[in-house]
């Protein structure tokens, strides 16, 4: 049969020319039909962690984001319990890292707060490495957990509150009633550098 008659043939039979092509579906799907109703086996997509910093939320931001939420970057401000300048420090947390200033010479000092903030962060993040090592790019009762989240939430409630809530879930609030779990998922995925 040559080309222009098996055209013709096509043309004057388009019944049957659909009933093959009808035939040869059924044919193809009723025997691959285990692949397409097969489930996945190799890949779980349910268990999986994204490892997520992103490089482009820096340190610089994270310090800038955290006073937002603490002070509104002020700092001259002090607040109803007595928590001073742009970090929100508290006396007996100044004092713990060193620094022997008095209240209004803190907050008279730019540049103490920002090196206290640092400070700060260095030595949570020395007392809670074990729980960060363990913990982080995982999924730890709801929250996506990172470094630069469980020092945030050490910031509000102290480097143990933050080990009460690896141990045993307990979850510290601050005297506004803000949960450490706030700052853990609201600062969490920047990139901190540490000198």
Do not use: W
Request: overall charge neutral; hydrophobic content about 40%; glycine content about 10%.
């Amino acid at each position: 049969m040559t080309l222009t008659s098996l055209n013709k043939y096509i043309i004057r039979r388009p019944l049957i020319v659909y009933i093959l092509f009808l035939i040869t579906g059924l044919v193809f799907f009723g025997r691959y039909d285990y692949l397409i109703k097969a489930e996945p086996d190799l890949v779980v997509l349910t268990d999986t962690v994204i490892v997520y910093v992103d490089s482009s939320k820096t340190h610089d931001m994270f310090l800038h984001d955290v006073a937002v939420f603490e002070s509104n970057v002020d700092y001259r401000k002090v607040n109803r319990f007595g928590y001073l300048g742009k970090y929100q420090f508290g006396r007996a947390t100044i004092k713990d890292i060193g620094i022997d200033a008095s209240p209004q010479e803190f907050i008279d000092q730019p540049m103490l707060q920002e090196h206290a903030m640092e400070l700060y962060l260095f030595s949570n993040k020395k007392q809670l490495g074990d729980y960060i090592g363990t913990h982080q790019f995982t999924i730890f009762r709801g929250i996506y957990i990172t470094e630069s989240g469980v020092l945030a939430a050490a910031h509000l409630g102290g480097a143990g509150s933050v080990k009460k809530f690896f141990k045993g879930g307990e979850v510290f609030k601050d005297g506004n009633g803000v949960p450490i779990t706030k700052y853990m998922s609201e600062f969490s995925g920047y990139n901190l550098e540490f000198k």
